[in-house]
């Protein structure tokens, strides 16, 4: 008979997140699940029975593990690879990156780059082709904004994809023009995809495609997450494979649990829930707009700050009920990003001609980024089984433009508190690369509406912060329930998996300020440590 692996945890003060407050000081963790929550000297009895060990946790804080529900995994990957743009103030400097790259790569080679904001530029315009190049006039060159909604491209590049004067995109508004009918260089969703599908011919091999996504999903753990959501997104060149996480998990090589989701359909009759505790099918994703830094979320009025611009639209009325009945009637989990009120209204539109002809038990939309909300817009959503899938660090990175952005209307932005008023539950994600993936930092966006200087001074429309309990909820309980595992994990409970963060300070303690600082000091998945920093 095999022994069963025991390990005992004690001195710690892990909240089980149960319920608000609801905490334990020790637990034995049995074959991968906890075994038993409760004192010290409970741990200490059964470790003694059972000649287990035991980690002494030094009075720190504990949480079940996070569980991040909206990463683009390889795409995350692929921007480890990729020249960092995250942090450039200027045009000036994002030049001199992709110009320091340009020097190390060889002529006509693709360089990308990835993560730009020109929000934080001096003057907040988004770069052209002839901008990038001056910087590598040798090499296609593609950025990517940080809402990976928006490119650029240079000459080159435009040129290899034959983007040119007359060239008609697949999508509309996807490839701007200048007044002369020469493209500007500047890129919208499927475009960009297709550019860079182009360029990169026969893609990029396999095994070095795993090796990076092992990368990226072991950085995670240094966040203390334990699961994450791969979403797959051809409309932005956000490509998954099923088959990498499965590899992983049968080379010993993943240290997360995973749920998937692909903006296709699944080539088998397979439903949602197809897999097992490490690697699982989640849902049917279905893009309907931009991103509202880009100005291509799709509104009911025009920007504030831009009158000529609405959005755009990936899909009609038509296209998007047809695409939710089919999921629907395949059993699929249907997942749609939708941030401009009016992609919300016909994302709602498309849901209730499915959902009230045929109602099914235990239907769970996932509505994700629910960015601009109305009231007329809250009560619809009250009366179908939709849960929200949120980034909340999306006001600590907006907040010096939002205003600007949607005018009155930014009472109505990140309504978080409003939606669970309403009842709706809300998990939380950072749709990694397009925000960092700690979930800390979200926790901290949630409680205090900030940026990460603390400005403005009580919060950002601070009406609709989050308490503690239910910012942390968002990335525990209810990332569990988003993906139909409440029962497994996202608590700390006798039977469940023994997947949980130890913190260097108490998130619920600390002042509300400091949680952006707090550091996850070990990461434990099925009680064994995927990530220590001592």
């Not at 340009?102 to 988004?126: S, Y």
């Not at 004067?165 to 919208?188: A, H, I, M, N, Q």
């Not at 599908?197 to 072991?218: C, F, H, N, R």
């Not at 799709?298 to 959005?311: A, I």
């Amino acid at each position: 008979m095999i022994k069963p692996e025991v390990k005992a945890f004690v001195n710690g003060k892990f909240y089980t997140m149960k319920e608000e407050g609801d905490t334990c000081e020790a637990v034995v963790v049995r074959d991968g699940k906890f075994m038993m929550c409760g004192t010290n000297e409970e741990a200490k009895r059964i470790a003694k029975e059972l000649d287990a060990p035991v980690v002494d946790l030094q009075g720190r804080a504990i949480v079940p593990g996070f569980i991040d529900i909206h990463q683009h995994v390889q795409a995350f990957a692929q921007n480890l690879q990729k020249v960092n743009l995250r942090d450039v103030t200027s045009l000036e400097e994002l030049q001199e990156r992709i110009r320091e790259r340009a020097k190390i790569t060889p002529k006509g080679k693709l360089i990308q780059g990835a993560a730009f904001d020109h929000e934080k530029f001096k003057v907040p315009v988004l770069p052209t082709k002839e901008d990038l190049d001056k910087a590598a006039p040798d090499n296609p060159v593609i950025i990517q904004r940080y809402c990976v909604h928006t490119n650029v491209a240079n000459s080159m590049a435009l040129e290899m994809a034959g983007i040119k004067k007359g060239f008609v995109p697949s999508r509309p508004g996807t490839v701007e023009f200048g007044e002369d009918g020469e493209p500007t260089g500047r890129l919208w969703e499927q475009a960009a995809a297709d550019l860079v599908s182009t360029i990169q011919e026969g893609g990029v091999p396999y095994e070095e495609i795993k090796d990076m996504v092992a990368m990226a999903l072991k950085e995670s753990t240094k966040f203390g997450i334990t699961g994450v959501n791969p979403i797959q997104g051809k409309l932005c060149d956000l490509y998954e494979e099923t088959r990498v996480y499965q590899d992983l998990r049968d080379e010993g090589r993943l240290p997360v649990r995973i749920y998937i989701g692909y903006d296709e359909f699944p080539g088998i009759g397979m439903k949602t829930g197809l897999g097992d505790e490490m690697v699982k099918y989640g849902f049917y994703k279905i893009y309907t707009d931009g991103s509202l830094g880009a100005r291509s979320a799709r509104l009911k009025e025009p920007y504030s700050d831009d009158p000529q611009q609405v959005g755009v639209m990936n899909h009609t009325q038509e296209e998007l009920n047809q695409l939710i009945k089919t999921a629907y009637d395949r059993d699929l989990q249907i997942g749609i990003h939708a941030i401009g009120d009016k992609a919300i209204d016909m994302a709602l539109t498309g849901l209730e001609a499915c959902y009230f002809e045929n109602p099914k038990e235990d239907i769970r939309f996932r509505l994700i980024h629910t960015s601009l909300i109305d009231d007329g817009l809250l009560e619809r959503m009250k009366k179908l089984p939709i849960m929200c899938d949120i980034q909340p660090t999306y006001v600590s990175t907006n907040v010096s433009w939002s205003d600007s952005r949607v005018g009155d209307r930014a009472k109505n932005l990140f309504a978080w508190r409003r939606l669970v008023d309403a009842g709706l539950i809300l998990a939380g994600s950072s749709d990694a690369p397009v925000e960092p993936i700690n979930p800390l930092l979200g926790v901290y966006a949630a409680v205090t509406r900030c940026g990460y200087d603390g400005y403005p001074e009580g919060g950002w429309h601070p009406e609709n912060k989050l308490t503690r309990y239910e910012a942390v909820s968002l990335y525990t309980k209810n990332a569990a329930y988003a993906s139909f595992e409440e029962n497994i994990k996202g608590t700390i409970e006798e039977g469940k998996l023994a997947d949980f963060a130890v913190l260097d300070a108490d998130v619920f303690q600390v002042p509300e300020l400091e949680i952006q600082n707090i550091q996850v000091v070990k990461t434990y998945l099925s009680g064994n440590e995927t990530f220590s920093r001592e």
